[in-house]
């Protein structure tokens, strides 16, 4: 590998439980100790920190919270991405020291600062949770005041996705990174707050964890931002006869194709940000290819200008 850079690693919701599986907490630690040992090497060679998604998780609190009789409303958001963060961020820290991390490793609560009058709170666009047929999605919509939207063929629920601000813990977050730990923060985005007197205040949405990934991996100056989900590239055309992956590209080359805005789009804008600001190197590619990735030999790579 190459000599040792500080790398954000963003793990995807759906490579955590891939779409179609129950959200049975052994399948997800499964999955989450299939892909630590790779995690675990490469937090030998680079500086880590490790962020990661929570759509199907946060799903299913909400509804389990929206069922539950003995309270008078729902679990709100913000709280629900807190709970997901300590979740996934406990099986992640025990599978990774458990698959060789020769060093100290820390999941921390993220708090993600955002503007309240952002108008990503009139327009709904964030999936969680699972998916549904239009009718299923629909009926569940009128039962419980969701709004929902179809996610390729089938339909999800939508909340609130305001465009981060800042994250209240990045000074602890640099503090950390330079004792030597491992840093998993921000999953699921953050739990969204804004400013309130000398302090902060949920509110009800969820941020996406893409350009929080971006931000962080900015503020923190870090050599490359790696964005791992389902999926093995970026692909251009996809789902036409046309398709291919994309390999290395440029800024400007990737703005030319048109990519689905709940899907493949907020981890293509949050790359093209990261290169752009930064002059660095970003990825995207599967969860199970990171060793691959982190070395340009699988995913597709973006970087602020072509090498031509």
Not at 108 to 131: C, H, M, R, S
């Amino acid at each position: 590998m190459n000599s040792p850079r500080r790398v954000l690693i963003a793990l995807g919701g759906n490579a955590l439980l891939p779409r179609g599986q129950a959200p049975e907490a052994q399948i997800q630690v499964d999955h989450v100790a299939s892909v630590a040992p790779a995690l675990a090497v490469a937090a030998r060679h680079h500086q880590l920190i490790i962020t990661h998604g929570n759509g199907p998780q946060i799903g299913m609190l909400s509804l389990e919270s929206g069922d539950d009789r003995s309270i008078s409303r729902p679990y709100p958001l913000d709280a629900l991405v807190a709970e997901t963060q300590g979740l996934i961020g406990y099986w992640l820290q025990q599978s990774i020291a458990a698959a060789g991390l020769p060093g100290a490793i820390v999941s921390i609560v993220t708090q993600t600062l955002v503007d309240p009058n952002d108008p990503g709170f009139g327009n709904p666009t964030k999936f969680i949770g699972a998916t549904y047929s239009e009718s299923d999605a629909k009926r569940l919509a009128a039962e419980r005041g969701w709004a929902v939207k179809p996610d390729g063929a089938k339909w999800r629920r939508v909340v609130a996705s305001p465009l981060p601000v800042g994250i209240v813990e990045t000074p602890i977050v640099r503090e950390l990174l330079e004792l030597g730990v491992t840093v998993i923060c921000a999953g699921g985005g953050g739990a969204p707050v804004v400013a309130e007197g000398t302090g902060h205040r949920g509110v009800e949405a969820v941020v996406d964890k893409d350009h929080v990934a971006a931000m962080l991996a900015l503020d923190l100056h870090a050599d490359m931002l790696v964005m791992l989900t389902d999926v093995d590239a970026v692909y251009a055309d996809y789902g036409t006869p046309n398709q291919r992956a994309l390999g290395r590209v440029s800024v400007e080359q990737l703005s030319a194709d048109d990519f689905p805005a709940g899907s493949m789009g907020p981890k293509i804008q949050a790359a093209a940000h990261f290169a752009r600001k930064s002059g660095k190197e970003a990825a995207i590619g599967a969860l199970d290819d990171l060793a691959e990735v982190l070395t340009g030999r699988a995913g597709t790579h973006i970087v602020a200008e072509s090498d031509n």
